[in-house]
């Protein structure tokens, strides 16, 4: 473990915070009415994968947590949570639900993911830049729409439901931004 | 994507950004009806308001022989609207853009902003708690909502009663906290101390005050109704006068709604020589803090010399009642050019 300061606060690193491990979802600095400033944080814990708000003093120290990256291929849901194989051990890990949030709807069977891992745990899953699916329903885009920045929603492989724009096809490969869930480009 | 290129291709987006000309119109007219002078207060200073807890925009002033004179960028046109009344204005208000520097990465600050202050002379700060209610009221009259306000999900009854609660009170209810005793200073690193908060022996009392504030009290601000917080802890008077009955408190208040912290109000400390050992201390302060050192406003102690009159004021930030109106979470949603993106990386 590693002691940082609140001005190395990172959305996605991973603190302890009350003795449990926690990812900081999002932070902003505060100055209350007449006062010096304050870093307000939402925090994951990821025993029990519930947010919660703390607002440090700015400048306080708190305890980093090492994680590591590892490759994981994606295998099946269990319940709520999700099970992943280290393609050079082939241990299993179960990464719960709550800690991959709104990504679950692009995971692919047998795609490889980053796995984030803290003392044998999984604690976490790092988003890549775009996800490439293939869209598997679309319905033709209304004629004679030429407006710019129309759009219409298509289905993809995983089951997510993408707005487009009206040119995209079924059996197209579009790339999305995980972290916006919205459409970049055709992939 | 810039916010223009956004509106070119949204055009439906032009709505939430025409709730500003709307809501400055009915500002305007609100002071008008209630006979207040609005008045243009300088941007460009020689001397800002001495506070430490502000970071102030630095520049300089060049003559014709290019002889230089620091000068800085206004935080408020809190001292320029007292001479005036000194002057003998009466009631008064502005409408202008303040700099504080350092206040970036968040959602409800821009380093430049709009703010309104407006002073009622011979007026406590009970009567300002009455006109920030009329006025929100008539600005969502002139936007068409009737006497309800609805913002993230939650609908506000503006016209019915407005909580209010004390500081003491709050930090009851909310921390379990005797507000008494937390005054002492060892007490409140104790008290901090067991409730878990990291404290060091640097930190001043008002950042173990501000923590368990913002942790534990202000999340219960304005949750159902408008709520106002008043008597601030004497230390933290600020420009405010302190309560007649207990030095310990002071007349201030600040003013909420769905989280957001809409103003900051005082009955005005008029008098001179309390507001020259504030300043001295201020002073003091921002140079322990090694931030940008200024002389305080000479003229503005000369002015309360000459006599202020009773008179009670309020800074609100305008962007967040506009925030509040356009029911958006992001100061920069309000905004045509945020700073944000005008100095992005």
């Known amino acids: 473990m590693s002691s940082i300061t609140t001005s190395d606060f990172k959305n996605g690193i991973f603190i302890t915070f009350k003795d449990q491990p926690h990812q900081i979802v999002e932070f902003q600095r505060v100055n209350p009415g007449k006062g010096s400033a304050f870093v307000r944080t939402r925090l994951k814990s990821l025993t029990t994968g519930k947010v919660q708000e703390f607002t440090y003093k700015s400048g306080e120290s708190v305890e980093e947590l090492p994680v590591e990256t590892q490759e994981m291929q994606y295998l099946y849901p269990e319940g709520d949570d999700y099970v992943f194989m280290n393609n050079q051990t082939f241990d299993q890990v179960t990464v719960k639900g709550s800690l991959i949030g709104d990504f679950v709807k692009f995971l692919k069977p047998n795609d490889t993911y980053q796995i984030l891992m803290h003392e044998e745990e999984a604690v976490g899953i790092r988003l890549p830049k775009k996800v490439r699916l293939l869209v598997t329903e679309a319905t033709e885009g209304a004629k004679g729409n030429t407006m710019s920045g129309a759009t219409k929603t298509v289905t993809v492989e995983t089951g997510a439901i993408i707005s487009v724009p009206l040119f995209i096809k079924e059996g197209e490969l579009i790339a999305i931004d995980p972290e916006t869930g919205s459409y970049v480009e055709r992939a | ?345």
């Open chain 2, 1 to 345: 994507m810039k916010t223009w290129q956004t509106l070119r291709n949204h055009p439906e987006l032009w709505d939430r950004y025409f709730v500003r000309e709307h809501v400055l119109r009915a500002v305007r007219s609100f002071f008008t009806t209630e006979q207040f002078h609005e008045v243009e207060t300088p941007l460009l200073l020689k001397s800002p308001a001495a506070e430490s807890y502000l970071d102030v925009f630095e520049t300089t002033l060049l003559d014709r022989d290019r002889k230089k004179t620091p000068a800085y960028l206004s935080t408020s046109p809190e001292l320029a609207l007292k001479k005036l009344i000194v002057a003998g204005i009466g009631n008064c208000y502005s409408i202008t853009k303040s700099f504080r520097n350092m206040e970036t990465d968040s959602h409800t600050h821009n380093p430049e902003f709009t703010i309104l202050e407006w002073y009622r002379v011979g007026a406590t700060y009970l009567s300002i708690m009455d006109d920030c209610k009329q006025l929100l009221l008539s600005i969502n009259h002139a936007l068409g909502h009737g006497d309800t306000l609805t913002y993230q999900g939650v609908t506000f009854d503006i016209a019915g009663p407005w909580e209010k609660i004390t500081m003491k009170e709050a930090f009851q209810t909310w921390a379990g906290i005797d507000f008494d005793e937390f005054l002492d200073d060892t007490k409140a690193r104790q008290i901090a101390k067991e409730k878990g908060y990291a404290v060091e022996d640097s930190n001043t009392w008002e950042e173990l005050y501000d923590q368990i504030f913002l942790n534990e009290v202000e999340p219960h601000l304005g949750k159902s109704k408008p709520t106002i917080i008043y008597e601030f802890p004497g230390c933290l008077a600020a420009l405010s006068k302190k309560k007649a009955n207990d030095t310990r408190y002071a007349e201030r208040f600040e003013w909420y709604i769905g989280g957001l912290e809409l103003g900051d109000c005082y009955t005005e400390l008029t008098d001179w020589k309390e507001q020259q050992d504030r300043f001295d201390f201020e002073l003091t302060e921002i140079k322990r803090l090694g931030k940008t050192t200024y002389d305080y406003d000479h003229d503005f102690i000369d002015a309360l010399k000459v006599g202020m009159p009773d008179t009670s004021g309020i800074a609100v930030g305008l962007d967040r009642l506009i925030m509040l109106c356009a029911d958006t979470t992001h100061i920069a949603d309000t905004l045509f050019f945020p700073s944000t993106e005008l100095f992005e990386k």
